[in-house]
């Protein structure tokens, strides 16, 4: 499997381009400098103008991909050619030694409705095809929080192939400067949360106005109503009301469902 590696570089001031310079001189890599617009906007932009190959993935500076990472995820995916299709994986926490500390549970729906409630996708572990990287090329989002709930919910908004590895192939790895680490304690996973109600980011709700402004017209009759239910219940308290009950929403983790149902009776979802 030939596997070629492309870095965008966004404002670094240390020595990062004179270290991806070696490497491009050495056919180890191309890469290419821009501004610093954060994680999300880095990685969809660096998707953007990527060259065309069979399959894509998304790697971070801290991650530790085992051996079989990316035959594990093409093996998967190589029979939907034809179809987006989109693979991702748990994943083994490690601290900053690599030494293991935990797998990351998850044991998702694999629905629309889940994905817009539930954000639990490890952006380390996203192998796509060509087919859905098209796809996701022709649209930038004004509102990009995470780009791997992005791609993993437009992917099922249009009814892509979804396959979940149980399997985990990579180390994440935690250290204090994760941009977003899966290990945080019970006060930081608290103040997230706490964050989010209080600095009104709804970013269910913006995210969900996005995927309908760039996709709509690829999604199902039935994704359709459940994005436009997902949506107009922002202005009307009863239909929040009737969102906070909607079986189509519902997710794997009862915890994360309850907290849903907590902010759409509070209009911050």
């Known amino acids: ?12 001031t ?19 400098v821009g501004d610093n617009i954060k994680p999300a906007r880095s990685f969809m932009t660096l998707l953007q103008q990527s060259d065309d190959a069979d399959f894509y993935a998304f790697s971070d500076q801290d991650d530790f991909w085992m051996n079989d990472k990316l035959s594990a995820a093409v093996k998967q995916l190589e029979n939907n050619a034809d ?26 729906k694999l629905t629309f409705g889940e994905s817009l409630v539930y954000e639990f996708v490890a952006g ?37 192939t979804v396959i979940f590895d149980p399997q985990s192939h990579i180390l994440y790895r935690q250290h204090a400067h994760n941009a977003i680490g899966q290990h945080a ?3 930081e996973n ?15 709700y913006h995210r ?22 997902f949506i107009n219940a922002k202005h009307c308290a009863s239909k929040r009301l009737k969102l ?22 509070l209009n911050t979802y």
């Open 185 to 187: 304690n019970f006060y």
């Open 208 to 229: 969900a106005c996005e995927i309908k402004q760039g996709f709509y017209a690829m999604m199902t009759k039935e994704n359709q109503n459940l994005i436009n239910d």
């Open 124 to 160: 380390c572990t996203i192998v796509m095809n060509r087919s859905l990287r098209d796809i996701l090329a022709n649209y930038m989002p004004q509102h990009l929080a995470m780009h791997d709930v992005w791609v993993y919910s437009v992917a099922l908004a249009i009814g892509a």
């Open 244 to 265: 906070a009950r909607d079986a189509r929403l519902h997710c794997a983790n009862t915890a994360t469902w309850h907290r849903f149902q907590l902010a759409a009776l």
């Open 190 to 204: 608290w103040r997230r949360r706490l964050r989010r109600l209080t600095h009104n980011e709804q970013e269910r």
């Open 1 to 12: 499997m030939a596997v070629n590696l492309r870095v965008r570089d966004d404002g670094s």
């Open 83 to 108: 179809k987006p299709a989109l693979y991702f994986s748990r994943t083994t926490l490690a601290d900053a030694d690599l030494k293991p500390i935990g797998c990351v549970e998850i044991n998702p």
């Open 14 to 32: 240390d020595k990062t381009i004179e270290i991806l310079n070696d490497f491009q001189q050495n056919g180890a890599l191309t890469y290419s």
